[in-house]
């Protein structure tokens, strides 16, 4: 079974509107985090937002923010004010386990129109 | 700033050939992992590390083999590449947040 699912696999929003990009993910560990990496056209990798399972409060940088409802399971990815350079491919991801390894979900394509 | 460094960015490799695809951090973080990257199908974990010497299975593992002799560097092995091997993979080192290389194209003829 998957343990992150992202459930769009594309996504087309107009420049300047606000963007939710959804995550659940499925662990049993007490403690775990979640984390939001964009991947441009370059194919660099880069991290955006991180939220660890016992922060209470949801987890915000710069025009990201994460919108973390643990009893449902959800780690959404909020971007605010979109602009053109947010067209990437977004993954979110979770560090669990034995290890802290960190598992990927599948992606979300997004672009911004102009 | 993090530095992970894979050794090559674009290889080819024809079916059969043993291929050794390395990464080292400069950090001396002890956690490293390697994934391959295919489309629709995301990041997928083959193995990690947490410490020189130590090696976890990921999901999927099938194929691969890696080693860890010194802190600063993990290989990935690919025994016997296969056409299906062929892919992006991704190094990465962590603390917290994972810190990624700039992949390796790898195509298996």
């Known amino acids: ?20 990009l959804d995550c659940t993910y499925d662990t049993s560990d007490q403690s775990y985090g979640l984390f939001w990496y964009k991947q441009p056209s370059s194919g660099e990798m880069i991290f955006l937002i991180y939220q660890g399972s016992y922060d209470e409060q949801n987890a915000t940088e710069g025009r990201y923010s994460l919108n973390f409802q643990k009893a449902r399971k959800s780690a959404n990815l909020v971007i605010s ?34 | ?15 059969g050939e043993k291929v050794f695809l390395e990464c080292v951090q400069d950090m001396d973080h002890e956690n490293m992992f ?24 990921g ?18 092995i690919l025994e016997s590449a296969s056409t299906n091997q062929t892919s992006m993979y991704l190094c990465a080192t962590r603390v917290a947040e994972a810190f990624f290389g700039q992949g390796t194209r790898l195509t298996v003829v």
């Open chain 2, 59 to 76: 999901d999927i593992p099938e194929g691969y083999s890696v080693s860890r002799e010194k802190k600063e560097r993990f290989s990935l």
């Open chain 2, 1 to 15: 700033d993090v530095k992970v460094t894979q050794s090559s960015r674009y290889l080819v490799k024809r079916t």
């Open chain 1, 1 to 20: 079974a998957q343990k992150i699912t992202q459930t769009q696999p594309g996504m087309f929003v107009q420049e300047k509107e606000a963007v939710t």
């Open chain 1, 81 to 114: 004010a979109s602009q053109l350079g947010d067209s990437a491919m977004y993954f979110c991801a979770m560090r669990e386990g034995r290890g802290d390894k960190i598992i990927f979900g599948k992606g979300t394509r997004l672009h911004i129109l102009p």
């Open chain 2, 34 to 57: 390697w994934y391959r990257q295919d489309p629709g199908l995301g990041l997928r974990l083959i193995y990690f590390s947490y410490d020189v010497k130590m090696k976890e299975k």
